[in-house]
């Protein structure tokens, strides 16, 4: 008998303790997560690796309902992101369950609120998911002109605002968007897939969009892509080499990629954009008196993203000109030089749109000859993080 009440009393006591339990998982969430985890990803780049801690210094993630309008917000500075781990964590009473809900970031490499090159979008709760804009500033950059400069895009009337550029003697804030959202039930961070299929779409592990359960955790991660890259441009002379400064020559990239949509695309139809150097110098190797001296004339230039639109499409423009008489000596569309590189990662099968959005540290070497680009001039296309380089000769034939 004793033994009996000695077992019933042990098995009240573990009842209690089992209702005391669920009492404090009530109140107590650490052990039994609900709501929305997000994570970040940056890895589509040519190095395949992710860098997202070591290169991103604020972020602002949005949340969007079926309707597409914004129902949360999260911003995170760097000392947030500096942390292994990291994700952005939305309750229950944030985003209702039972509702699918899309995800979109804007990430930069310094604090949002001392960015100088873009123009953010200021949103709020209920804002529509096509107000998502990100716009470079830009002031007036002169009267437009019939220069070869302009080829590729289409004549204006003379009623159009004059062309923009931007106004700034240094490179432009480094800016991430949103590639896509993946799923991620192993709370891993998973890495977003690209393929080419025979008609010439892709498929890709992305999702459209998110189901919150209610009592369940959902885990997401969303994947960044660069849009701020840059150029390394150097000239040098084949016939005459001491004959290089970069005070002889000025350099624009001409394009319309002023303003990206809440997709990341490029919104047609804005004003031409004119990029130019944010650092020139002329390099000078003294010759020890047996070998020749290395002159050549480099600079750095910033730029949005790049669209590849094929040979006959609308393109950006590379073009030099010789400064004293305003001649136009070099005329490149952009992307598509650009693109070669992808021949370095043959193995990879990289397409040319691919290529230009995981790449963004660009190198150029232009060889002249009495300063222009005429026969046997030569453009060396240089892969920074391999021993690679692609040379492209302009021969005339007969």
Known sequence: MKRLKLKTGLMAILAALTFTACDMMTEDLSDCPTGLYVNFVYDYNIQRADMFKDHVGSLQLYVYDEQDRLVAERKVDGSQLALYGFYCHFTEDELAPGHRYHLRALAMQRDMSQTQ??????????????????????????????????????????????????????????????????QNTDRTMPQATFSQLPDGSFTSNAIDDIYLEQGVPAYCTVSLIRDTKNLNLSLREIDNPEQVSHEDYDITILDDNVLLDCNNNVVEGQDSLVY???????????????????YSAHYDIAFNRLRYNGIGGKHAVLAIRKRDTGEVIVLFNLPYILCQGRMAYEILNYQPQEYLDREYDYRLELFLKNGRWQEGCYLAICVHDLPWVMRMQYVKLQ
């Open 117 to 182: 090159s873009h123009l953010l979008p200021s949103l709020t709760i209920g804002s529509a998911l096509t107000d998502l804009q990100v716009r470079l500033r830009t002031q007036p950059e002169g009267a437009r002109t019939t220069s070869p400069a302009l080829s590729g895009f289409p004549a204006e009337p003379a009623t159009r605002a004059p062309l923009m550029g931007v106004p700034y003697a240094l490179p432009l804030d480094t800016l991430w968007h949103t590639l896509c959202m993946l």
């Open 276 to 294: 130019r150097p944010y650092a020139q110098w002329t390099y000078v190797a003294v010759s020890d008196g047996e070998t020749t001296a290395d």
